[in-house]
């Protein structure tokens, strides 16, 4: 198994005070994707503070980086059109020559789901869009031209020439952990994402989140048996931060390679962690993270099977 080591980086400082070099710094350290969350703003304390778009972002990282992949961690209809969104994809996808990933979830009940003047849409309806958002957009991404008239979104001989740089189109990291989710991601992700259980969050222990995960993979195995895909061809993505251990994994190297090789063990292929932002749950010392992403998989290769 290829382990693979990610970071997210948060849209909250300006592009000329220290934006810019995050990006570049992230390809200098040797991640392989630089993810970035796409709201229109989120919780406290970020809520109140600085908080800039994520296509924008994305599109300034590809143009300031050359071999880093980039992506969303994740997207969600809660805001987003498959139309408008697959044009600035395909966009992005262009100017960074092929370095995107499309991370896509069902989104939730925060700012964003208001943000528009709507009610809040309950865990059904966001599963009934989401179920009929990734096809849609799926078919704008491949297609030349395509028409569709659904119950929550519409497309009218909306065209994307040339298509992606990425064939037969960039690839998508589902973030699921319903039966709908995990089919989708079983028929249409090249990954899937987690942040493992978030009942076991505030009260759970790290083995109980080792075993919850482990059943979430079980459920994406049985998915994509039902449509007659090798599980072993989508792509394990553990998102860091919203476990049991919290940021504990990010307080020293050693800390972050027992916790990275726990989930390595159960199948997970990506392990992302967040770049510190001080004053926050994703405060971490900076030399800490900075030896993590240099030293952390090498170690983790040392180690026996």
């Known amino acids: 198994m290829v382990m693979r080591l990610s970071t997210v980086i948060l849209p909250v400082r300006r592009w000329s005070e220290g934006g810019r070099e995050q990006w570049v710094r992230a390809e200098e350290l ?11 703003s989120w919780r406290v304390p970020f809520r109140d503070g600085p908080w800039f778009g994520a296509v924008p972002t994305l599109t300034a990282a590809a143009a300031a980086t050359e071999r880093v992949r980039l992506g969303t961690l994740v ?3 809660n805001f987003r059109h498959p139309v408008t969104l697959t044009k600035d994809l395909l966009s992005l996808d ?3 020559d092929g370095r995107v990933t499309l991370g896509i979830g069902a989104g939730g009940t925060g700012f964003d789901a208001t943000a528009l003047g709507q009610e809040p849409w309950t865990p059904r309806e966001r599963a009934d ?3 009929e958002f990734v096809p849609l957009i799926d078919r704008l991404l491949t297609e030349d031209s395509v028409s569709h008239r659904g119950i929550h979104y519409s497309a009218d001989e909306a065209r ?5 740089v990425q064939r037969p189109r960039l690839p998508f ?3 699921a952990t319903g039966p709908r989710g995990m089919r989708i991601a079983a028929r249409y992700g090249q990954s899937w994402v987690t942040t493992g259980d978030p009942k076991l969050f505030d009260s759970g222990t790290p083995e109980q989140s080792a075993d919850a995960v482990r059943g979430q993979i079980s459920r994406l195995g049985a998915a994509c048996d039902e449509i007659g895909r090798d599980p072993g061809t989508v792509e394990k993505v553990l998102l860091t931060g919203f476990t049991p251990e919290g940021g504990r994994p990010m307080e020293s190297l050693d800390a972050f390679v027992d916790f990275a090789g726990a989930y390595f063990a159960l199948g997970i292929d990506e392990i992302v962690v967040h770049a510190p932002i001080p004053g926050t749950i994703f405060a971490a010392d900076e030399k800490v993270f900075e030896r993590i992403a240099t030293e952390a998989l090498g170690q ?4 026996p099977a």
């Open 160 to 164: 994307n020439i040339p298509g992606c």
């Open 75 to 77: 997207t969600s209809p």
């Open 94 to 96: 262009d100017i960074s």
């Open 30 to 40: 040797g991640f392989h994707t630089a993810y970035t969350y796409d709201h229109l």
């Open 300 to 303: 983790l290769a040392e180690r």
């Open 129 to 131: 869009r989401f179920g």
């Open 173 to 175: 990291a589902v973030a």
